[in-house]
């Protein structure tokens, strides 16, 4: 069984910061090890869910072209925790945030259950 739990969501000025923490558990043996990629998805109101930030195998770093230089994500392999630091918050930000670990195996995607974030301008 793969859990992905979220948190530090939350309501913030624009110009803001909030970090966003993702505690993964997984009690599938060898699972580590099919993991490829891991990272945030947002999701704004009547959109479709977009790629934000993640870590791809090697290790590599991608972004997407919104929140480069005001995103980082990061992963901690000791504690299984993938976090997304966001600081200089635009309103444009505002959306539900979803933490994401790819597999090389199906069902390929392990999604967390959403946490709201939201900019006020």
């Known amino acids: 069984q793969v859990q992905l739990v979220e948190s530090g969501g939350g309501l913030v000025q624009a110009g803001g910061s909030l970090r966003l923490s993702c505690a993964v558990t997984a009690s599938v043996p060898g699972f580590n090890a099919v993991v490829d990629a891991v990272g945030w998805y947002r999701q704004a109101p009547g959109k479709q869910r977009e790629l934000v930030a993640r870590?791809?195998?090697?290790?590599?770093?991608e972004y997407a072209e919104a929140v480069k230089g005001r995103f980082t994500v990061s992963r901690d392999n000791a504690k299984n925790i993938i976090s997304l630091q966001m600081n200089s918050l635009k309103p444009e930000d505002t959306a539900v945030y979803y933490c994401n670990v790819h597999i090389q195996i199906l069902p390929n995607n392990y999604w967390g259950q959403g946490t709201q974030v939201t900019v006020s301008s």
């Open positions: 870590i791809i195998a090697g290790p590599t770093t």
